[in-house]
Every structure is written in C-alpha cells, then in structure tokens.
C-alpha cells in the first residue's frame, strides 16, 4: 500500500496570514482515529485542520457505511436520526434558498444523494449537481434521472448562467476554495444567489463538546469557519451577506454525535445529546450563534 502523504498548514488560505495559533488536538472519531489539530488564523479567525491528508487519499476518509450524506441508508439508530433530520431540514432549505427568488436555474454542489436537488426539481427549478463520490453520484442520478457532474472541471455552463448555487455543508470539505469560488462568481447570475450551510464554532454545542464537537469532522473538515471568516471570504469575491437563517435541527443530532464521541460507552448519550442540543438552541437564540448557520449571499 502506498504511504498516505499530509501536509501541515501554515498559511490562512483566507487572507494568507501566517499568524495562527495553535488551539488544541482532537482525532477523527468517525473513521480514522488519526490524530490532528486544530489552528486558528489571528487576523480572519477562520480555523483550519493540521496536517490534511493529500487531496489524492482524500476519498478514502469517506469510505465508511456510516458516511450517512453519500447514503440513503435506514437502519441504525445515528442513521434514523440523520433522515429524520435530512426530511425535516429539505423543505427549511428550500423556502430559505429560494424565497423571493423567481424560478431559474439551481446548481448545488456537493448534492450527495440528490435530495435538495429532487425538492427543487418539484418545484420547476432547473437543476444542476456535482458531486464527486462515486456511490452517492449513482444514487442522485437515479433519483434526479439525469447525469449529474464529478468535478467543476466538467462543467459547460456559460458566464452568469446560474440564478442559485448552493453549498449545503460542503465548504468546509473543499481543497481550493478559492478556485471555487471563482467559479461560482463567474457562472452566477448577477441578479443571482449563493446559499452557504457551514456548521458554527462559536456555538454552545462547539464551545462545550470542544475535541468531541461531531461538526468538526477531522480531517474531512479541513477548515471550520464563523461569521467573519466566512464574510471575508465572500467578500473577496464580490458577494455581499444578505441575511443569516439557522438550522435548529443540526444541534441536536451534532450534540448527540459529540457526547458518543465524549463517552462511546455510555448508553445516556441520545438523552445527554438531545439536552445540550435544547440548550445550544436556547442560548443561540440571543447570540444568534447556532450550531449550524445558512449564509445568503448576492452580488450587490
Ligand atoms: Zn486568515
């Protein structure tokens, strides 16, 4: 077997500063166990993963049954309450992404099964995806009956001819941001929207679980962002924040996911998990920081 390869960061891939500080070590819980850590940039505060595996192993970190967004799996307890939050969380996604928006073109890239996509297609839009697991590609492109994209790299649209891109938890998962977002600046409309779901460090559910947070996802997050990191990348393409709307739903699955990690033995950890959901909730409700937030951003 070939010897995986890593990189270590030390540079912000926002706005390139190389002062980042070190905030502590965590491991991937899900799959690997491997070990990394986390650094964060003093000037955008945007926190990203040290060392990430080279982009060429980067697929086998998602080779795992359990990798429930490139699945329409139904068995299993986690599994049970990742569809019941997908089926609640489509339909929010939908009248969010879409509001005062007329009927046009869709492009959501990183569709996994092809679920948003599917709600959307029902509802006249023109749909485009990309998405490049394989298993998960298969299973859209069934759904959706048409062919749907691997990389950015296949994709014939011309200058402005999209009215809305979304991201659904795929920023953070993205090796060159930067090369995507030129993309999405040159295919957008200029009237046009991009919906961005990232989950959020500065939650309650963050801050408490710390290491265990489930959102931080090692290394398949390769970078984690808040409010401002993600403002300032967008703003560097020309994109404006228009509004933020959050994903209540998230907190409570994230949370249960995290106290499994903080106590794989435990049995009370859907009952621990639900509660501190409840309470990242009730608190956000101030702060507006939820565990995970949708970012709407336009041209002007
Ligand atoms: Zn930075």
Same mark, same amino acid.
């Given at each position: ?87 609640? /969380?489509? !339909?929010?996604?939908? &009248?969010?992404?879409? $509001?005062?928006?007329? =009927?046009? *073109? ?119 962002? /808040?409010? !401002?990191?993600?403002? &300032?990348?967008?703003? $560097?393409?020309?994109? =404006?924040? *228009? ?58």
């Amino acid at each position: 077997m070939k010897q995986p390869i890593f990189h270590q960061r030390n540079e912000c891939i926002i706005c390139g500063s190389t002062q980042l500080e070190k905030l502590f070590d965590s491991k991937d819980f899900f799959l690997t166990k491997e070990n990394y850590s986390l650094i964060k940039c003093r000037d955008c505060s945007l926190i990203l993963t040290t060392p990430y595996p080279d982009e060429s192993n980067a697929a086998a970190y998602y080779e795992s049954q359990n990798y429930f967004s490139h699945q329409d799996r139904k068995e299993g307890t986690i599994a049970k309450i990742y569809n019941l939050v997908k089926i609640l /969380n489509v !339909k929010k996604k939908y &009248q969010v992404a879409t $509001k005062n928006l007329t =009927v046009g *073109k869709v492009f959501d890239i990183g569709c996994g099964t092809g679920d948003f996509l599917s709600y959307s297609k029902k509802h006249a839009w023109e749909i485009f995806g990309l998405e490049p697991n394989n298993d998960a590609r298969k299973l859209a492109e069934e759904k959706l009956q048409t062919q749907l994209l691997k990389s950015i790299e296949q994709a014939e649209l011309k200058s402005e001819e999209i009215q809305l891109i979304t991201l659904w938890h795929v920023l953070e998962h993205i090796y060159k941001p930067e090369e995507l977002m030129r993309f999405i600046d040159k295919v957008l409309d200029k009237n046009g929207r991009l919906v961005v779901a990232l989950p959020n460090y500065e939650s309650y559910d963050a801050v408490y679980y710390r290491k265990y947070w489930a959102a931080f996802d090692l290394p398949r997050h390769l970078f984690h962002f /808040n409010k !401002k990191s993600i403002v &300032q990348l967008m703003n $560097k393409h020309g994109l =404006v924040l *228009k509004k933020i709307v959050p994903m209540r739903w998230d907190a409570y699955y994230v949370s249960i996911l995290s106290e499994k990690y903080k106590n794989p033995e435990s049995i009370s950890f859907f009952v621990k998990g639900l509660y501190k959901g409840f309470i990242s909730n009730f608190k956000a409700k101030r702060t507006m920081n939820y565990s995970s937030l949708i970012y709407i951003f336009e041209k002007k």
